[in-house]
Nanobody, 117 residues
């Protein structure tokens, strides 16, 4: 599975960005897709993940609840992250990830989001 993320950039605090992650390859064993982020000097952390099917649960970090929304288009093998009311502390490299039910993960190349105050 290959992941191609896009949509990062520079935005002022309070603004919005939409990240996209397109997956290619066999998605048969992929059960979750989502986003993680890593700020300078910090560990990578979960932002939001969504299940492949509607029967699973979406997991969203408390720090972004109410501001970020994750969605999937399975027909396009694409996951989106709509980010509203951005804050300077949201500044990070955002990574797309796909979780294989057999216990391993695929990662995209990362896209930088910079929120200025």
């Amino acid at each position: 599975v290959q992941l191609q993320a896009s949509g990062g950039g520079l935005v002022q605090a309070g603004g919005s960005l939409r990240l996209s992650c397109a997956a290619s390859g066999s998605m048969y064993n992929i059960n979750f897709m989502g986003w993680y982020r890593q700020a300078p000097g910090k560990q990578r952390e979960l932002v939001a993940v969504a299940p492949k099917t509607s029967g699973g649960s979406t997991n969203i970090a408390d720090s972004v609840k109410g501001r970020f929304t994750i969605s999937r288009d399975n027909a396009k093998n694409t996951v989106y992250l709509q980010m509203n009311s951005l804050k300077p502390e949201d500044t990070a490299v955002y990574y797309c990830a796909a979780h294989d039910m057999r216990g391993y993960d695929y990662w995209g190349q990362g896209t930088l989001v910079t929120v200025s105050s």
